[in-house]
T-cell receptor, first 116, second 115 residues
């Protein structure tokens, strides 16, 4: 299984809602990532989990809360979002080996988020 | 800030022609990767070239890397309508903490292949 799955595919939420995005991989990868991508822009890194521990937080606002319950799952909890947070949210994973190895990233199809 | 800059920003060609996209970056790297993204979808890894390699081939793809000029090119030969997508280079800067974990993406080239 060389697939990263993301649910839901589309999400519409109000600014007072709490919702969660889910990402799953069964490739035995030990690094998992959340990216945010606005239209016609490249993906921007939000968070990196390495061996289930948060290793990089790119100064993301606290209304985005990541969680890695186990090595196969990555969640992104959303609360009190703003309309400007509307974007495509991409999850990715990689082997997460030592720095001397070179890791390609496998991306999920993304969740299209609209904040009203 | 972005590490990679692709040019051109947009490229339109006819089926069967070759497409060349360029990427420039600013700092030392471990490797450079190219990804493809169909509209509104996830990214697909195409090819990775290490900093000590100069050229790499994969099917109809040819990637070159010139570390002295801090630039890379992606050549797609005999293009097909299905190659229509955005193409991003991504670098793995040696200066980042845990460098292999963090990719920095360029702005991308939008390729349109007309049937």
């Amino acid at each position: 299984d060389t697939e990263v799955t993301q649910t839901p595919k589309h999400l519409v939420m109000g600014m007072t809602n709490k919702k969660s995005l889910k990402c799953e991989q069964h490739m035995g990868h030990r690094a998992m990532y959340w990216y945010k991508q606005k239209a016609k822009k490249p993906p921007e890194l939000m968070f990196v989990y390495s061996y289930e521990k948060l290793s990089i937080n790119e100064s993301v606002p606290s209304r985005f809360s990541p969680e890695c319950p186990n090595s196969s799952l990555l969640n992104l909890h959303l609360h009190a979002l703003q309309p400007e947070d509307s974007a495509l949210y991409l999850c990715a994973s990689s082997q997460g080996l030592a720095r001397s190895s070179y890791n390609e990233q496998f991306f999920g199809p993304g969740t299209r988020l609209t904040v009203l | 800030s972005q590490q990679g800059e692709e040019d051109p920003q947009a490229l339109s060609i006819q089926e069967g022609e070759n497409a060349t996209m360029n990427c420039s970056y600013k700092t030392s790297i471990n490797n450079l990767q190219w990804y493809r993204q169909n509209s509104g979808r996830g990214l697909v890894h195409l090819i990775l070239i290490r900093s000590n390699e100069r050229e790499k081939h994969s099917g109809r793809l040819r990637v070159t890397l010139d570390t002295s000029k801090k630039s890379s090119s992606l050549l797609i030969t005999a293009s097909r309508a299905a190659d229509t997508a955005s193409y991003f280079c991504a670098t793995d800067p040696t200066w980042t903490q845990g460098g292999s974990e963090k990719l920095v993406f360029g702005k991308g080239t939008k390729l349109t292949v007309n049937p």
